[in-house]
């Protein structure tokens, strides 16, 4: 990992190293676009006759009857795995589930003044999309942590795809009840999910983590089915005066163990501390090659002014992952995916088994959005319902706001129901009586 500092000789080195983190990002799907773009159009044209060629290139699937696992795989896949196994996906499952339940946005209504209702629905999307990573490691944790959402928003049609999936994958599959799962993987998966073909019909949403072709993939047909996020590599943020050098450095090698990409940094304004974490990281990492590789190229501490210089620096960096000391850290927290307080909770934890989703955005768009939730699987529905008095309580003030934008006909289609309301409100004219003399 290597050192740096705001003050001093380096700082004006450290500004430069801060001002390229800020801008980090979509910079390397750059170089795969141009592949990507021709094996999505080509899916998009084609439909299966593509599909099926870049499944026997890529995933050695031959003929569409393999492409779909069927439940009696999932099921055997299931048995199979060690019972110990089986109780820790069942917990992490039911620990997901209850967290998505406490995010479902409710339907409501308010009435702000006397006739008039207004309100929200919350409605499920009609299909979903999960793509789950089958590279380096199995990730059964992220089909429970894309699935389980879309189960608890009401998603009729949750469908999953990945790459040679693993037996455990495929059980955290049947634990879910899923029915729906292709071992397909790659640009051409995502391809088949936006735009359909005979074998795999198109969803209305794409949603999981994925490798350089498959974010490619999804940036690309973002405009025609909906995607939850671009996600880079993982990135975790330790800012502390008072961690545990032992557990900050366990926790940046676990993330950095994901991929050799990854981004590991810690902050503090502790010199003595930021030694004996560099220290730890090197003895931890040395029989992890993907780790080493990761911080060798990617691993910063950043010694700072002061506290107050450190807080900003975290934020400006909008982590995927951050560790703070207390409590009260979360009152300076602008910025983060998913924050872990204290020297217990270890971050490992988040990706498993705590509740809250481990997909989280990278590549500082923490600013803007937080991790996968329920609410990225359901959509609201606004009501607005008017009496004749509401109408003319705000009639008149929104015909004011809507010639002052030249809208003639938005005025007009007010001040006919206005006129009709008035016509409507006033005493009805005696009926003249007759006279029978």
């Not at 021709?38 to 995933?59: K, N």
């Not at 880079?232 to 557990?247: D, F, M």
């Not at 009152?331 to 088994?353: E, H, K, L, T």
Request: hydrophobic share 45%.
């Amino acid at each position: 990992m290597k050192l740096i500092r705001t003050k001093g000789r380096g700082a004006q080195q450290t500004a430069a190293v801060l001002t390229s983190l800020e801008q980090r990002g979509g910079a390397a799907l750059d170089a795969v676009l141009p592949a990507v773009a021709r094996i999505v159009a080509d899916v998009r044209r084609q439909g299966d006759r593509a599909l099926l060629r870049y499944a026997s290139r890529f995933d050695d699937l031959v003929g569409p009857s393999v492409l779909r696992v069927k439940p009696d795989e999932m099921a055997a896949a299931w048995d199979a795995i060690d019972p110990a196994l089986r109780e820790a996906l069942s917990t992490a499952a039911e620990q997901i589930r209850s967290f998505a339940q406490c995010q479902m946005p409710a339907t409501w209504t308010v009435s702000p003044i006397a006739g008039l209702t207004t309100g929200q629905l919350a409605r499920p999307l009609g299909s979903v999309g999960c793509y789950v990573p089958s590279g380096r490691h199995p990730l059964p944790s992220t089909l429970l942590m894309t699935a389980i959402p879309a189960q608890v928003a009401g998603v009729e049609r949750i469908v999953v795809v990945s790459p040679r999936p693993a037996p455990e994958t495929l059980a955290a599959a049947h634990l879910l009840g899923i029915t729906e799962f292709y071992r397909l993987g790659g640009a051409h998966a995502i391809a088949a999910l936006a735009y359909g073909t005979v074998s795999v019909p198109r969803v209305d949403k794409i949603v999981g983590p994925g490798n350089l072709y498959v974010t490619a993939a999804k940036r690309l047909v973002a405009f025609d089915c909906a995607i939850d996020m671009l996600a880079g590599p993982t990135e975790i943020v330790v800012t502390s005066e008072r961690g545990n050098a032992a557990g900050i450095a366990s926790d940046l090698v676990a993330q950095a163990e994901h991929d050799p990409e990854a981004l590991a940094i810690f902050i503090t304004t502790r010199a003595d501390l930021a030694k004996e974490v560099i220290a730890e990281t090197k003895q931890r990492s040395r029989g992890n090659t993907v780790a080493r590789q990761a911080l060798d190229r990617n691993g910063l501490v950043i010694i700072a002014a002061n506290v107050d210089e450190a807080r900003r620096i975290t934020n400006r960096l909008a982590p995927e992952h951050l560790t703070v000391d207390a409590h009260s850290d979360l009152d300076w927290v602008q910025n983060a995916g998913s924050v872990f307080v204290g020297r217990w909770s270890a971050q490992p934890m988040g990706d498993y088994i705590s509740g809250p989703n481990h997909t989280l955005p990278t590549g500082g768009m923490a600013r803007v959005r937080g991790g996968l939730s329920v609410n990225d699987f359901v959509k609201l529905i606004t009501v607005q319902q008017y009496s004749a008095e509401a109408l003319r309580t705000l009639g008149q003030k929104a015909i004011l706001l809507a010639e002052a934008e030249g809208l003639t006909g938005h005025a007009e289609a007010i001040r006919t129901r206005l006129r009709k309301n008035a016509r409507t409100a006033s005493p009805a004219s005696p009926r003249p009586r007759r006279n029978n003399a």
